[in-house]
């Protein structure tokens, strides 16, 4: 089944500290993905997306994204935490099901900052 | 600016009650879409349009319309609310081509009592 998965239900870090949040996708091609993030009370913001290329891509904020195949993967990563990306992270993927294109969205990834 | 909006962002309602949420969007787009998201939950596509007198229903059933006579507008109804339509609903447009980015609204927060 076309799904996206977000092992970390909630993840906490120390600010200053680097963070890698998991995503992986299942799909018999390579989809096209992207991160999300969404602050409490508020709609989704793009941070970055892949559609082909270069596997690493940059995005705003300093967050980072590597695709790879061979895991079917896109973490996405950030060397150095702010408390203000305190933030609910949404990976998605673009696929074909049911007869049209539709963005699969995993089941999100809490992020809490520690000061 | 370029910007999506969504009308109201909270309502609380009593059971019985039609409602209508609005969406707006001056990004000049073609397509739009509504999600649903529970606390803590992925969001699930309910509804979405091609354009003008396009409108599809997505994956999650659900019991509210949409309609789309203007480009720009793209509003979501309720004839009879209930507790279960209790959600947070999200608005987003996009362009055309497959691989264009869906851009979100700020949501509207549901409670029906």
């Known amino acids: 089944a076309q799904s996206v998965t977000q092992p970390d239900i909630h993840i906490t870090v120390s600010e200053g500290a680097s963070l890698e949040l998991r995503c992986n996708y299942s799909y018999g091609a390579t989809p096209y993905l992207f991160w999300y993030v969404q602050s409490p009370g508020q709609g989704l913001q793009l941070l970055l997306k892949y559609f082909s290329g270069d596997t690493l891509v940059q995005g705003i904020k300093g967050f980072e994204a590597e695709f790879k195949r061979s895991q079917s993967s896109f973490n996405l990563r950030k060397p150095s935490v702010h408390w203000s990306d305190a933030a609910e992270y949404f990976c998605?993927?673009?696929?074909?099901?049911?007869?049209?294109?539709?963005?699969?969205f995993g089941a999100g990834t809490r992020l809490a900052v520690h000061p | 600016e370029a910007d999506i909006y969504q009308t109201p962002r909270y309502l609380v309602i009593g059971t019985g009650k039609k409602i209508t949420l609005e969406c707006s969007q001056t990004?000049?787009?073609?397509?739009m879409y509504w999600y649903q998201q529970d606390p803590g939950m992925e969001l699930h596509l309910i509804h979405y349009s091609y354009g003008v007198n396009s409108t599809e229903k997505g994956d999650l059933s659900s019991e509210s319309t949409v309609s789309r006579i203007r480009t720009e507008h793209f509003p979501l109804t309720l004839e009879s609310a209930r507790p279960s339509h209790t959600s947070q609903y999200l608005c987003?447009?996009?362009?055309?081509?497959?691989?264009?980015?869906?851009?979100f609204g700020p949501g509207t927060r549901l409670l029906v009592l």
């Open positions: 990004m000049g787009h073609d397509k």
């Open positions: 987003a447009s996009s362009g055309l081509k497959i691989q264009e980015t869906q851009y």
């Open positions: 998605a993927a673009l696929m074909f099901s049911g007869g049209y294109n539709k963005l699969i």
